[in-house]
């Protein structure tokens, strides 16, 4: 086997398969390691197992293997985190960790694909022009990014039609398009595919929004509505969000990226391989290569001058603070993820909840980012509020119905007979400042299988947050009201749950190396060829999904490599707007 390789890449998901394809297009040699499966479409032919997939994390770490532990501040001990602390209580990636395995992510993934808004850049600008600077939150490191919505258009058309996105545009070029969401940024083009098959449930929704004079439109999806590159349609299976796909309808790096990339005969990709730490010349300037693990619980060094990880955000930060990459104290800093603020509610009409991809439905953005309108609870920026009609299975429904009704006997069976069939879901995706108090750092106490400190995530739900979500529920009971529901409820504005793979911000992009942790490109200030590309740049984080921002940073990084001499770009290269 080679030993040195053109570059190394930890991690084959959602960003490490875009940026493996790209350069191995290029001719450069790529190591690709990724501690879960290298899946084969064969795996999952037959998927459609809710107690596999979403109840018992099938294609999950876990906390027996990746424990990640949790404390509402630095009083408190840390306890492992139970990847089950959410509403629905289940082992589905959404309040743990993502998916492992090629595809990383995007194995799960209920493929919500947006755009972020040009304010969403500038967030801590925009709040100051708008509400002062006295309004921003007293202790938090908020600040713009970089990099604006016009450096990364571009990017983000790339993954919109090399990954393959559905929707309708807004605002091309300026010009706003029937149907469309007319809150867009502008953009070059439209998707390349229209959008799904629409739920049953969203019908009543959008009748409903639009009497309230709001502006609903069709998600933008990662999800063929038709043949794309050889990918076949959604079938509307139902088992979408938390579960593989079983047809390649999915926009995954699993069935685009990585094949592309091992098809130039230019990636080896070594899987059940688990980094354990990031090597260094020996002032520590610059990168050398990895030691892994494989699964025969051999140890190998390989060599390379360029290093990029894309474990996940907090992934990346647990191998950084490991190898001792942390001189000026901001790995693991600025820690942000989202609230969702689920609100159901049962319809008169069949919605058939079960049916369809999780997100065949509409949003609505005039609530969204800067647009939040002027309320009485200080909060100070928005979230889409989005419709959800499908992808709800017979056990997650049993774990999210009315809380005032039993879970077992008569009346628990009466309620599903006659309930389930009418359900209808609502989310919205509240932003979390980043604080010096919240953060990720190395639990001195829990360790992994291989001796390995455990992330711990020190982060708790403040005021604001929880504002945010009785802000927009309040929002979604308007809208509940509007379509005749005949009962809703609420998850608690302070959920228990503190990671969502959402999580984000932990190695922050900045100019100033002394504040952030890479470049606009993802290099780490601190050591020469090492990259950390992801969630973990992210500066401010608004109410939208961030893994299309994540993949179209992929796209710009990898961009970065291979205008560099030898894939290595200098941390004083300027972004250019």
């Given at each position: 086997m080679r030993a040195e390789y053109d570059a190394i890449i930890v991690g084959m998901g959602s960003a490490g398969g875009i940026i493996a394809e790209q350069?191995?297009?290029?001719?450069a040699h790529v190591l690709a390691l990724e501690k879960g499966p290298d899946y084969t479409q064969e795996d999952f032919m037959v998927k459609q197992d809710e107690l596999r997939y979403y109840q018992r994390g099938a294609i999950v770490a876990g906390v027996n293997v990746d424990p990640v532990t949790w404390r509402p501040n630095e009083s408190s001990t840390a306890r492992v985190l139970p990847w089950s602390a959410g509403a629905l209580g289940t082992d589905e990636p959404l309040y743990g960790l993502p998916s492992i395995g090629t595809g990383g992510g995007t194995l799960h993934w209920g493929c919500a694909a947006y755009r972020f808004r040009e304010a969403d850049f500038r967030m801590r600008s925009a709040i100051a022009e708008r509400f002062g600077e006295a309004a921003l939150p007293e202790?938090?490191?908020?600040?713009?990014?970089?990099?604006?919505?016009?450096?990364?258009?571009?990017?983000?058309?790339?993954?919109?039609?090399?990954?393959?996105?559905?929707?309708?545009?807004?605002?091309v070029g300026g010009v706003l398009q029937e149907g469309g969401n007319p809150f867009d940024p502008p953009?070059?083009?439209?998707?390349?595919m229209p959008p799904v098959a629409q739920g049953p449930g969203d019908v009543p929704w959008v009748a409903a929004t639009e009497r309230l004079g709001l502006h609903p439109f069709r998600q933008p999806l990662a999800i063929n509505s038709e043949e794309y590159r050889g990918r076949p349609a959604c079938v509307n299976c139902g088992f979408c969000h938390g579960f593989p796909c079983h047809v390649k309808a999915k926009s995954t790096t699993q069935v685009t990226s990585v094949p592309a990339a091992k098809a130039t005969g230019n990636l080896e990709l070594r899987a059940r391989s688990r980094v354990l730490r990031i090597n260094r010349s020996p002032d520590g300037r610059e990168v050398r290569g990895v030691t892994y693990v494989d699964a025969l619980g051999e140890t190998h060094d390989v060599f390379s001058n360029t290093v990029v990880l894309t474990a996940y955000a907090l992934e990346n930060v647990r191998l950084m603070l490991i190898s001792g990459i942390n001189s000026n104290g901001q790995v693991g800093q600025h820690f942000m993820t989202h609230n969702f603020g689920w609100f159901t509610s049962v319809?008169?009409?069949?919605?058939?909840?079960?049916?369809?991809?999780?997100?065949?439905?509409?949003a609505i953005d005039d609530y969204t980012s800067e647009l939040v309108p002027d309320n009485d609870l200080g909060v100070l920026w928005g979230s889409p509020i989005i419709s959800v009609t499908g992808d709800l299975q017979p056990i997650e429904a049993y774990h999210n119905i009315n809380p005032g009704v039993a879970k077992f006997g008569l009346e628990f069976k009466h309620w599903m007979r006659d309930k389930y069939r009418h359900m209808h879901r609502m989310y919205s995706q509240t932003t979390n400042f980043p604080y010096a108090r919240h953060y990720a750092d190395l639990d001195?106490?829990?360790k992994d299988r291989w001796g390995q400190p455990a992330l711990r995530?020190?982060?708790?739900?403040?005021?604001?947050?929880?504002?945010s979500v009785t802000l927009m529920g309040r929002y979604k009971e308007r809208i509940a009201k509007e379509m005749g529901a005949t009962e809703y409820w609420m998850d608690s504005p302070r959920p228990p749950y503190h990671l969502s793979t959402h999580d984000v911000g932990v190695h922050r992009m900045g100019l100033d190396p002394a504040t952030s942790v890479t470049n606009v490109y993802g290099e780490v200030h601190e050591c020469r060829g090492l990259f950390a590309v992801g969630g973990g740049q992210f500066v401010s984080y608004g109410g939208y999904n961030p893994n299309q921002t994540v993949q179209a940073l992929a796209y710009l990084s990898a961009e970065g490599l291979l205008a560099s001499n030898g894939l290595r770009l200098a941390s004083s290269t300027p972004m250019v707007a």
């Open positions: 350069l191995t297009k290029a001719g202790g938090s490191s908020l600040a713009d990014w970089p990099i604006s919505y016009a450096d990364l258009e571009p990017y983000y058309e790339r993954v919109e039609q090399e990954q393959g996105l559905s929707g309708r545009a807004g605002n953009r070059e083009r439209d998707y390349p319809l008169p009409e069949v919605t058939n909840p079960f049916m369809g991809t999780f997100n065949a439905s509409s001195p106490v829990v995530i020190t982060h708790d739900w403040e005021d604001h947050d929880a504002n």
